[in-house]
């Protein structure tokens, strides 16, 4: 291209863009300095069809790249960009040099045969085709003369630059391209740019200075070439030096970030969050800057969240920039930064609204009122109840129970904030709060342990202690509510503590009676009779009548006879009551009874036999008292199942002793003579995953949980003199056994109560992940399974019979529809004879692949029991005489021969 193609002027002749641009509302065309980064854009010459272009003495080459639409139709030509040097000065064009796309970036082309284009020619797509660029070249620089116009199609890359030369004395000058504003641009910034990485990099070095002014240039191209040598510098940033060299960069970032327009906002954005952890000095700037800067960083972190930026750091630096901003006391920023969870938002960025404004945590409080999105509404209020004061407990409290929030991590910020809280006041609103919130997953954890013992003590507050007691109480009757577990009455390891226990066992010695009897009442909602009973004992030692008050209280519950449990506590507090205080418990057991109903009964008398003293009940037959002599022996009559003969000779015998024998003597006959009719009940011991109603979703299992469930009736019948024994339910034969032999007296209930243990390591739960516990949890514990036919043993095959009692029971109608994934099939079990008529077995389950947890897996069956009650005894042929002499003559009685109370 020869040096007179054209004349040397500054360019400021009128733009000549083809008409199709003219109906655009934004220009075309929009410098871009990126490139300088990566290649020198100032050159002492030039290449232009393999011919050296070398510019006046005392002048350079200067190319300024630019990215161009390719949705329209123009003509770019030197009249489209207006050049202004300062001071003024000659400017003459030389070209237009095509930009290729190279790994990520926008670079020239080596070729040195490649032209330089006197136009550019975009031709947007049409009919199918697609935009086009070409590259028209009229004068050729080896022929000196000009020649029919040369066009080339070019890569539509988007990007290209235009060449042209300035004195060297210039170093400032504007540059306007195709009508767009006017861009200030400095050579000198030019030439630093490719070489920004081979400078001095340090904090206080004059480079980084140097860049750290560019972004507060009035000029976009300049600040986004700023931008991007900071970027650049930071990936060479070692990460003990990054904090201190990140503080003033991103003080200016943050400053500049409203000013900036979209693409060099990005480019700020991932400067910010890509290379490492934003320093606390950054996220101060960001809480202290201008509305208009954190609204800004709103959308960008909104961006962050939908499409992630590379690297380790992008996610946890926009969650710090989100947390900074949610400490903004201004209402806009407020409603934006809230907008953003409602939108959509990763668990991780709800921890954010623990530390919110009071000005955010309003605004969000109110959004939650009216959100739609139950998960998304869980999780703000979740987070929002970690700092919740007296003025927001209340409200976030209703919001708690509505949407039965659930805490699934020991290390949840609720309870850290709890145990850690320094002021009673902020214990308070918290534990207020918490009444309806789900703690169940992590009541055994350590974190919980500690809490609650602080709280309990007696050198808490009395206001805190009523509160915890109230707390723990209501965590028992969401533990239990998800399956009726834990009624029927259990026998606990002899030093079973949990935090829950603890909280209820201070509070029946100690509390006020209100509290003491709501802590009684939970406890037996869980199956723990004999724990009550021994807190019952200490808490009125030697205080009959404060007892008996106490007893009347809890029976005055409403609903207190659906918990199978108060009637085994019932039956054990007559071990400590005298003829004056017997008779109201027994007309107290007597009227729940028959609020349970006749269909019922067997739950009552099985029960009922739990925690029964047959001792004190035989006493209080031989009471002067006639109406405490009847009802004690009607008990008797019913829980032993004697027939008209045996109460005959029971009531006949006329002392504790006789009446003992003639009772071990019924309980043997009952062994023998087992034809007849047995209700049958069911256990369950099940594991269901922790629901996904929390800030995170938890893979994990909710410790073991119980469920009672009727399963009809079983009729046994016998042959070979009455010695081999076949259950039939439903006329279908459902096992087999061999009656007792010898003698079968009644027993204790600690010798056939089911009772719990301490997880076996190889047992099934091993398998499964409990979240919190610091010990195994509590299953019952099973028997050996007995291969042989020992006498008073009995086998069943129960697979059938325990799915139709789950399809049939209204209280197990969530399993109903995978009882079949819940029930395994070919279960069986070995029932051993309890006295009085009673059978009981337990088995667990062991050796099965345990499903992953997740929000729609089945429950997971860990253990079941079977108990056979006899239904007709009564019925049954009486005994004959001389069975009864012999029974008696060879069973001694189990009693002492004092009934201490």
């Known amino acids: 291209m020869p040096s007179n193609r054209l004349a040397s002027v500054t360019l400021l002749a009128p733009l000549l863009i083809a008409p199709t641009l003219c109906a655009q509302s934004e220009p075309p065309v929009s410098i871009d300095l990126s490139p300088a980064i990566f290649e020198p854009l100032v050159f002492s010459q030039i290449m232009d069809e393999g011919s050296v272009l070398q510019p006046r003495e005392g002048s350079r080459f200067v190319a300024i790249p630019f990215r161009y639409a390719t949705d329209t139709t123009y003509d770019l030509r030197r009249t489209s960009f207006d050049i202004h040097p300062m001071p003024p000065a000659p400017v003459k064009f030389i070209g237009f040099r095509a930009m290729i796309w190279n790994d990520g970036r926008a670079e020239f082309s080596r070729r040195a045969n490649d032209p330089l284009y006197e136009r550019l020619q975009v031709t947007q797509a049409e009919l199918g085709a697609p935009a086009s660029v070409v590259g028209i070249n009229q004068t050729r620089p080896v022929a000196q003369q000009r020649t029919p116009n040369t066009k080339n199609r070019l890569a539509r890359s988007g990007w290209a630059a235009v060449i042209f030369e300035l004195p060297g004395n210039v170093d400032n000058f504007t540059i306007a391209a195709a009508g767009a504003p006017a861009q200030e641009v400095r050579v000198s910034l030019l030439e630093f740019a490719s070489k920004c990485r081979e400078g001095a990099k340090g904090p206080n070095s004059p480079e980084l200075a140097r860049w750290i002014r560019a972004i507060g240039s009035n000029s ?128 991780e960025a709800f921890d954010c609204l623990i530390t919110a404004s009071p000005t955010v945590r309003t605004i969000a409080l109110e959004k939650c009122k009216t959100l739609d999105d139950a998960s998304v509404r869980r999780r703000m209020v979740h987070a929002l109840a970690v700092q919740a004061g007296p003025n927001d407990a209340a409200a976030l409290g209703e919001l708690i129970k509505r949407d039965r929030i659930i805490v699934a991590d020991p290390n949840d910020p609720i309870l850290i904030r709890l145990r850690d809280a320094e002021s009673d006041k902020s214990r308070q609103s918290l534990i207020s709060m918490l009444n309806g919130i789900s703690l169940v997953p992590v009541l055994r954890s350590p974190t919980l342990a500690s809490i609650f013992d602080d709280l309990s003590d007696d050198d808490a507050p009395e206001l805190l202690r009523r509160s915890v007691a109230e707390l723990a109480s209501d965590q028992v009757r969401l533990r239990s509510a998800a399956a009726r577990t834990g009624e029927f009455p259990m026998r606990y390891p002899p030093q079973f503590r ?47 009548s404060d007892r008996l008050a106490f007893i009347q209280a809890l029976a005055a519950r409403p609903n207190i006879e659906r918990i199978d449990a108060v009637f085994a506590l019932l039956m054990r507090i007559l071990s400590l009551a005298d003829p004056d205080s017997a008779l109201p418990v027994l ?138 024994i076949q259950l039939y339910v439903n006329d279908k034969l459902r096992g087999f056994g061999t009656a007792q032999v010898g003698s079968a007296g009644m027993q204790a209930p600690e ?7 301490p997880a076996d390591e190889n047992s099934l739960l091993a398998g499964l992940s409990i979240p919190g516990a610091s010990s195994p949890p509590l299953v019952m514990a099973s028997g050996d399974v007995d291969s042989s036919s020992r006498p008073g043993t009995l086998k069943m095959e129960i697979t059938d019979l325990l799915r139709q009692a789950i399809t049939s029971d209204p209280a197990a109608a969530s399993l109903a529809q ?32 345990t499903p992953p947890p997740s929000p729609s897996a089945p429950p997971v069956l860990i253990n079941y029991a079977v108990l056979l009650e006899r239904s007709d005894a009564s019925d049954s042929p009486p ?7 012999r029974a008696a003559a060879t069973v001694s009685p189990q009693y002492p021969a004092s009934n201490p109370r």
């Open 220 to 347: 976009p191209a300049t600040v986004r070439l700023g931008i991007q040598c900071l970027t650049t510098l930071r990936q060479d940033v070692s990460q003990n030096d990054y904090a201190r060299w990140a503080v003033p960069v991103d003080a200016a970032i943050i400053d500049a970030i409203a000013q900036l327009e979209t693409e060099a906002r990005r480019d700020a954005w991932a400067g910010l969050v890509r290379f490492g952890p934003m320093p606390p000095e950054s996220r101060d700037a960001i809480n202290a800057s201008d509305p208009h800067v954190q609204l800004n960083l709103v959308e960008a972190i909104r961006g962050e969240f939908t499409e992630p930026s590379p690297g380790s750091y992008a996610r946890t630096n926009a969650l710090a920039a989100l947390a900074a901003i949610l400490r903004s006391s201004d209402s806009d920023v407020g409603r934006a930064a809230v907008d953003l969870f409602a939108s959509g938002a990763p668990d």
């Open 498 to 544: 949990d935090p829950v226990r603890t909280v209820l066992h201070r509070t029946t010695l100690r509390g006020p009676d209100e509290l003491r009897v709501e802590s009684v009442a939970a406890m037996l909602r869980e199956g723990n009779a004999l724990d009550a009973f021994e807190d019952i004992r200490a808490a009125f030692s030697g205080k009959s």
């Open 751 to 757: 010798n056939w109560l089911p009772h719990l243990e």
């Open 879 to 885: 005994a004959s005489a001389d069975l009864t002499h």
């Open 818 to 849: 995978s009882v079949d994934q819940v029930i395994p099939a070919n279960l069986s079990i070995t029932l051993r004879y309890a006295g009085m008529g009673s059978y009981i077995g337990i088995a667990a389950r062991r050796s099965i692949n």
């Open 587 to 724: 007309q107290t057991l007597d009227r729940l009874a028959r609020q349970r109903g006749e269909r019922e009964a067997v739950s009552v008398n099985l029960a009922a036999k739990a925690g029964l003293s047959w001792e004190s009940l035989a006493d209080f037959s031989l009471s002067p008292d006639p109406k405490l002599a009847a009802l004690a022996s009607k008990w008797i009559f019913r829980l032993a199942h004697l027939s008209p003969q045996d109460r005959r000779q029971f009531l006949a015998a006329s002392d504790r002793d006789a009446r003992a024998v003639r009772l071990n003597s019924a309980s043997t006959r009952l062994a023998r003579i087992v034809a007849g009719n047995y209700d049958l009940v069911f256990i369950v011991e099940l594991a269901w995953p922790v629901p996904t109603s929390g800030p995170q979703s938890v893979a994990a299992w909710l410790p073991p949980q119980r469920l009672t469930l009727s399963g009809g009736v079983v009729e046994m019948k016998t042959r070979d003199a009455g010695r081999d």
